[in-house]
């Protein structure tokens, strides 16, 4: 059981370079998040996705968009990206009640030069 | 809008002592649910315990236990018997029972770096 993985682990871009992030989950969760942590925060919601064929914003999501063509994967992408994105980029899921807990992905680290 | 507030950036504990992790959030939900979550350098972010804002009950598992004061919207974590495993930063989150809430997110603070001298 694999849980929630996330491809790649780490990727450098320049300035303006475009790029997709990849979150799969193999537990037939419904909900989907994508969170960036930067250093001294916890984590913040960029986008989120109630079901398949579903997105909506979170709370910091300029420059960023997703995906969600079906059910099991969560795409994030920068489509001009800026040194201000560079962060740790988590991936999680859950059933959709609050009670369940979110589950993570190991984490993106992304760096913008 | 809801906030998480953990005012210890950094804590330190004796390998077998006991220490406690502070939290308190702002909200004017009454349902809810509060987690701590536990980041070692791994950055895997992995639960530590939970607590349902309607269960007076406080949360343990194994060595971790909450002291959960909704009134005075407190949340700490109390580590027992800490091990050299335990160190990590910490995370105090928090979510609406209301997954209309942007989808029942997770509200984190900003964390508390725990380290264990042997």
């Known amino acids: 059981n694999a849980g929630v993985t996330q491809t790649p682990k780490f990727r450098v871009l320049k300035t303006g370079q475009s790029m997709t992030l990849l979150c799969a989950q193999d537990m037939n969760h419904e909900y989907m998040y994508w969170y960036r942590q930067d250093p001294g925060m916890g984590l913040r919601l960029i986008h989120y996705s109630v079901g398949e064929g579903t997105t909506a914003k979170g709370e910091v999501p300029d420059g960023y968009n997703v995906s969600r063509l079906k059910k099991q994967n969560f795409l994030l992408g920068l489509e001009s990206a800026a040194p201000s994105q560079t962060s740790v980029y988590f991936c999680?899921?859950?059933?959709?009640?609050?009670?369940?807990?979110?589950?993570f992905g190991p984490g993106t680290r992304l760096l913008v030069l | 809008a809801q906030t998480v507030t953990q005012s210890q950036p950094e804590m330190s504990v004796q390998e077998a002592e006991t220490v406690t992790l502070s939290c308190t959030y702002d909200?004017?939900?009454?349902?809810?649910?509060l987690f701590w979550y536990k980041q070692p350098p791994s950055r895997q972010m992995i639960l530590v315990i939970r607590?349902?804002?309607?269960?007076?009950q406080n949360a343990t598992e194994n060595r971790f236990s909450v002291n959960f004061q909704k009134a005075a919207k407190s949340f700490s974590l109390k580590i027992s018997d800490s091990q050299l495993g335990d160190a990590a930063m910490y995370f105090c989150?928090?979510?609406?029972?209301?997954?209309?809430?942007?989808?029942?997110?997770?509200?984190f603070g900003q964390g508390t770096e725990l380290s264990v001298k042997p």
């Open positions: 999680a899921s859950s059933y959709s009640t609050g009670r369940k807990t979110q589950y």
């Open positions: 607590q349902e804002a309607y269960k007076q």
């Open positions: 989150a928090y979510r609406s029972a209301s997954m209309g809430n942007q989808g029942g997110k997770l509200i």
């Open positions: 909200t004017s939900e009454s349902d809810y649910y």
